[in-house]
């Protein structure tokens, strides 16, 4: 069975909801079995997402999407920069 994706704002919500939840009394493990995740997942959720809106959610996931473009630019640039420096060294 595939692995289901979830977007930040859709992560956000379900935590919110299993909070709403676990205030209400239920344990946790089957507030999180309602939300159709394991608790494993809502812990790790909520060390990332705890205490972020929607909106914040949105700009966390933008802002990495362009750290890693970012750093994958920087790898490439400093390999044509070590073969450029290799090449004017003589070392083919």
Not at 10 to 25: D, F, K
Not at 26 to 34: H, I, M
Not at 67 to 78: G, H, P
Request: glycine share 8%; hydrophobic share 35%.
């Amino acid at each position: 069975m595939p692995k289901k994706r979830y977007r930040p704002e859709q992560i956000v919500v379900i935590l919110r909801q299993i909070e709403v939840s676990v205030g209400q009394g239920a344990p946790v493990g089957l507030a999180c079995k309602d939300a159709g995740i394991s608790e494993q997942t809502y812990y790790r959720w909520r060390k990332d997402y705890g205490g972020m809106g929607v909106d914040q959610a949105k700009k966390l996931k933008l802002l990495e999407d362009e750290n890693t473009r970012l750093k994958k630019l920087v790898a490439d640039l400093s390999l044509e920069k070590q073969v450029l420096q290799d090449i004017a060294r003589g070392n083919l």
